[in-house]
């Protein structure tokens, strides 16, 4: 025998199925494949095509992933995210003519891994920040021909970087110009594993002149680069800049190589008021077109006796510097 369900009981039912659809939309985690619709729910199963639209299917703090190798289109990030692509799988990403492929602002947490981003030489940056956001990490990815920066990263807030096992090539401007904006500005960045190649002007550049915060350790440009090269690059292959009452700057090289740049290996252009130090530690280099290590500012720049400068062509060494036994 069966029992009638009554209709209050079915009103309720479908009343709460209705109000939870949009929570069930926002998945935890989302895929994307050359196979996949963009009109998907973005389910392994049944992927999307693009990670824009797995972006916004996904969860605050969700997870996309690429299933297989192809062009998945450009991003424009703002929310807390994870974007990566597995050992194997090359997760493509090609801006549109003078636009960025992937663009951050208002995001908490972005996490990117295992992405080629390919400029054509038609993008403009690879990966632009011009805003919020306080978390970034790019880990094993390949940037390259864009016509200004590979990454271009201009927060206006604290941000906290880490770039990790990554290649930033062949872009007409800086491979990595880390460059704070606003008034409340700082950066504080670690770069282990990065080469930064043949791109126009600086593999890195550290750039304090655009932002003049109170003093502050939340407002601080602090880098810290560690077994990463600097090579073939248009000017410079490390760069450091800062002018009289802008950001405090602290920049640490260890264990990396400046090699056949243009200009110079490694420059320190403060010109500061004295809230700016580079140190420079069992490092190389080597072959450039004019020297190997520049300081063009009053500023501290220390080296450690386990430096290996030779071989530059106008000179190994240029400026004062503050020598530092090693121990």
Do not use: W
């Not at 990490?137 to 990454?151: E, M």
């Not at 950066?187 to 890195?204: E, P």
């Not at 003093?215 to 880098?223: E, G, K, M, P, Q």
């Amino acid at each position: 025998m069966h029992t009638a369900i009554p209709l209050t009981v079915l009103a309720t039912a479908l009343a709460c199925s209705l109000f939870t659809a949009p929570a069930q939309a926002q998945r935890a985690r989302t895929f994307v494949a050359s196979y996949g619709n963009d009109s998907n729910p973005c389910t392994f199963a049944s992927p999307c095509r693009t990670f824009q639209v797995a972006v916004n299917t996904v969860a605050l703090s969700g997870e996309v992933t690429a299933i297989d190798s192809a062009g998945f289109g450009p991003i424009n990030i703002t929310k807390s995210v994870t974007i990566t692509s597995p050992d194997g799988v090359e997760a493509g990403i090609v801006p549109n003519a003078n636009s960025p492929a992937i663009t951050i602002n208002g995001a908490v947490d972005v996490y990117l891994r295992g992405l080629t981003i390919e400029g054509n030489s038609s993008g403009s940056d690879g990966i632009s920040l011009n805003g919020f956001a306080e978390n970034l990490s790019i880990v094993h990815c390949q940037i390259r021909h864009f016509l200004h920066d590979g990454i271009l990263l201009q927060p206006t807030f604290l941000l906290t970087l880490s770039i990790r096992d990554t290649v930033v090539s062949d872009n007409d401007v800086n491979g990595i110009d880390l460059s704070p904006s606003g008034n409340s500005a700082g950066l504080l960045a670690n770069i282990d594993h990065a080469t930064t190649n043949h791109n126009g002007l600086a593999g890195i550049n550290v750039n304090g002149a655009n932002s003049s915060p109170p003093i502050a350790f939340d407002n601080l440009l602090a880098i810290t680069i560690v077994n990463s090269v600097a090579s073939n690059n248009g000017e410079n292959g490390f760069k450091a800049h800062s002018t009289p009452g802008t950001m405090p700057l602290l920049v640490v090289i260890r264990d990396s190589v400046a090699s056949s740049n243009r200009v110079d290996g490694v420059l320190f252009d403060a010109n500061s008021n004295g809230f700016a130090e580079m140190a420079v530690s069992h490092s190389t280099a080597v072959g450039n077109r004019s020297h190997g290590l520049e300081n063009n500012s009053a500023s501290v720049f220390q080296t450690y006796n386990d430096n290996a400068v030779t071989l530059n062509l106008l000179s190994d060494t240029s400026g004062n510097f503050s020598q530092v036994s090693f121990h």
